[in-house]
């Protein structure tokens, strides 16, 4: 955690609280983006973050500045590109980002003219399934804000409620929607009848080039083997698709010691009882499989796996 604020922080720059002096030159077209302000008086990391977060678009959307093709509010796209990262890292990192995401709406509300391309840069950083930075717990009060919104036009409206109502399915604390599956010697389980400490559920496929790579990810990294061999942890990959001929005919690769098994009902793509964008989709759950961790990266999973064994 500390590495990681340290990192944040050293892309941010700490200004003098009292801020910059008024001037009477005329305000330019193209401009650095301007840095957050944090006040010397939050001393606390967790403080910081928090306001960081809160205020970070506070002095993007003030003044008139060029919005075109190459820069939005007078910042180069590359430049806010960068900055959409810092944020969604801070973001991220609190216990509960829905006071930040609102007030990146509400900043960006006020200035119609960058409403569009910071909406769009959002969507890529928070929901698009292949952004490292992704998070449903970040996009859901922002999608539901935006459907609302009368800058919005009616069809995309109705997709981010759409979008909002699947970031509400199984969100971390709750507990994880049951479903039956074959496993691959034919006996029909129940995903909540599987015992450990901690599950990780993958939803994938064993033609998926992302799903090698997990596998070997993992493999590389010894606290995942270790927690196996102590029975702390277990694997349950399912397959999602109605390929079914074609799973069986693979599925004996992945490791001998998972749970490897198939959705016979296809309820988890038909019945939509979990929002799987993309594949591989994982899943931390508890000993009650309650979620940790959704659709999470294989390295949050990592990390939470080192952590357990601190």
């Not at 016979?264 to 508890?286: G, Q």
Request: some cysteine; overall charge negative.
């Amino acid at each position: 955690m500390m590495r990681k604020l340290a990192f944040v922080f050293a892309a941010i720059a700490v200004l003098a609280s009292c801020g910059p002096k008024k001037t009477s030159a005329p305000v330019p077209q193209k401009r650095d983006f301007p840095q957050v302000v944090i006040p010397a008086m939050l001393e606390g990391e967790e403080e910081r973050v928090d306001y960081a977060a809160v205020h970070f678009w506070d002095a993007f959307v003030k003044g008139d500045f060029l919005t075109d093709s190459l820069h939005v509010a007078g910042v180069a796209n590359e430049d806010l590109e960068r900055q959409m990262g810092i944020f969604a890292s801070l973001a991220g990192m609190l216990p509960s980002p829905e006071k930040a995401m609102s007030a990146f709406f509400d900043n960006i509300s006020s200035a119609p003219a960058v409403f569009g391309p910071m909406t769009e840069l959002a969507s890529r950083y928070f929901y698009d399934p292949n952004s490292p930075l992704r998070s449903e717990e970040c996009w859901l009060p922002l999608a539901t804000r935006l459907s609302q919104s009368e800058l919005v036009d009616e069809t995309a409206r109705g997709r981010y409620a759409w979008e909002a109502r699947m970031c509400s399915l199984n969100r971390p604390g709750t507990i994880a929607a049951d479903f039956q599956f074959t496993d691959i010697s034919g006996r029909r389980r129940t995903m909540h009848s599987i015992k450990a400490d901690i599950l990780l559920l993958i939803f994938g496929n064993p033609d998926c080039t992302a799903c090698k790579e997990l596998l070997e990810t993992m493999n590389a990294y010894h606290e995942f083997a270790d927690l196996e061999a102590s029975g702390k942890l277990k694997v349950a990959d399912i397959f999602i698709d109605r390929e079914v001929d074609a799973w069986k005919a693979k599925a004996a690769t992945y490791p001998k010691n998972w749970i490897n098994g198939y959705d016979h009902n296809f309820t988890i793509r038909e019945d939509l009882i979990y929002n799987v964008r993309a594949i591989p989709s994982l899943y931390l759950l508890d000993s009650s499989k309650r979620v940790i961790l959704k659709d999470a990266t294989v390295e949050k999973v990592l990390t939470f796996m080192r952590q357990m064994q601190r």
